[in-house]
């Protein structure tokens, strides 16, 4: 019973057998440092079901029925785990202070070995209670689900013996990183992080040993380790249909952050209008110099309504970008622009943090690139897909808690909305050279009046920056949104 692709999507619980035809090769190593009756007790639960050892590590007095050594902190007892786990597939490397209820105790053992036997899962271990201590991908989400993680931290950490190694104890002894390490591997092996959100520990804050001299061994550490950082390969996908004026602006500035651009061009507007020649020839001089890598061309498909076909268009550049070996990709149009920096920093965050989707603020320009529309959204300030894996899908009006379009919610629980200083989308939807292009072609035109469109096309021709409010399409503000002079803005402050 393979683990599904769709964990932590479906937020249900999955069923997991009693028995099993193959038995889970596991050792279980619980590492002690003066917690003497928790690690017996976690022996007596162990036991009976897997090989089980306690590595005793300075205790005083000793733990009985363990290995008993001078105090070789935590390091020092990740590598003797590794050499008596180097003829076991699993190794269950468990903290002596976690603390366990009787009946998350039996469903721990029922998972541990499911997990044991799944070909694509790297490491595994339970939830923490929120009143523990844990890096946040740990807590327990309330999914009662198996849920895929970036990382973990090694209160608690199961982990396929391919995947170990041995700590340099010159350089960290304390052996901070090791659990971060071993799900880096496993990332990078293709096997995925797993979190149990069906079982439940607690993992109490304690004492422990200095922050900042762990941390400091820790950073020798890894500099040593070839393969620490992350590498992911990242993808950007852009719709053009008009407005191809903005795309060279738009490439060069984020280009060296991207390692494949394909253009989803379409030819023909979602009422059947064609494409501008102006437009067609400006794309296709981004293939010619360079830019861009391919163009796909969108065919429309007349019997699905408009936005629909959007939600279509944008899984075609999901699907390209996975097939070019792109971990993350974005899906944008041709008037979003990123700034270099901003775009640089939050695609560091996704590559440390490996998180699953990503979503950013944007701020809507009009006319030109120093009047802003005031939020023009409904009840809550609305954001747009970054950087998101390119194994997940859009969904035309799934729901999402993330305020968004319905054509751009990215199918994932574990979404992450990108703070504004972090990134920001400048939006230029309304700085257009020709603004009738954008107006006749626009896929919801149906639902406004040919009196809305006039009227907004002589609000943007008439437009000064003298103009307190403009039209654009909003029928819950009756088509008005104020605008603001961001130079006055920035003057001010």
Known sequence: MPIPTDIAKTGAPQTVPNTTTELPDILVVIVNHNYNPNALRWKSLMSPHFPTVILD????????????????????????????AKNHKWICLITSDVQINDSNSAKLIERMSHIALQPNVGTYQPSCDKNGRSHPPGYNAGTGNYREVPFM??????FR???????????????????????????????????DDAVVVLH????????????????????????????????????????????REILLEVRDLVDVVVILLQRESYTGIPIDM??????????ECGLVNEIIEFQRIPYLPSREQETVKRNQGMAYMQSKGCDYGIVMDSDEYYEHDQFLAAK??????????????????????????????????????????????????????????????????????????????????????????????????????????N?????????????????????????KIRVTDIRQIVKNT
């Open 57 to 84: 590590s300075g205790s005083n007095p000793p733990c009985p029925s363990a290995t008993n050594y001078d105090n070789i902190y935590y390091g020092g007892l990740f590598n003797e785990a590794m050499g008596l």
């Open 153 to 158: 931290e090694g209160w608690f950490q199961m």
């Open 161 to 195: 013996t391919e995947l170990g190694f041995t700590v340099d104890l010159e350089l960290n002894r304390l052996g901070w990183g090791t659990d971060l390490y071993l799900c880096k591997r496993a990332h990078n092996r293709g096997m995925r992080n797993i979190v």
């Open 204 to 247: 109490p804050h304690g004492e422990g040993y200095s922050f900042d001299e762990a941390k400091a061994q820790m950073a020798k550490w890894v500099a040593t380790l070839p393969d620490w950082e992350n590498k992911i390969k990242t993808g950007m996908a852009i719709n053009i249909f008009e407005g191809a004026e903005h795309v």
């Open 278 to 287: 102006e437009d067609l020839r400006l794309v296709l001089e981004l293939r």
């Open 348 to 453: 560091e965050f996704v590559r440390q943090n490996l998180v699953e989707a990503t979503y950013c603020y944007y701020i809507n320009y009009y006319k030109d690139r120093w009047h802003v529309l005031e939020d023009d959204c409904y009840e809550a300030t609305r954001g747009v897909p970054f950087l998101c894996k390119t194994s997940l899908r859009f969904l035309h009006e799934m729901p999402i808690s993330i305020p968004t379009d319905a054509t751009r919610r990215i199918q994932s629980k574990q979404a992450t909305l990108l703070p504004k200083e972090m990134i920001t989308m400048h939006h230029w939807s309304w700085v257009r050279n020709d603004v009738a292009k954008k107006i006749n072609a626009w896929s919801s035109r149906a639902w406004f009046s040919d009196a809305d469109f």
């Open 455 to 479: 009227e907004m096309r002589a609000d943007w021709e008439n437009y000064d920056g003298t103009q307190d409010t403009v039209t654009v399409p909003h029928k819950l503000k009756k088509n």
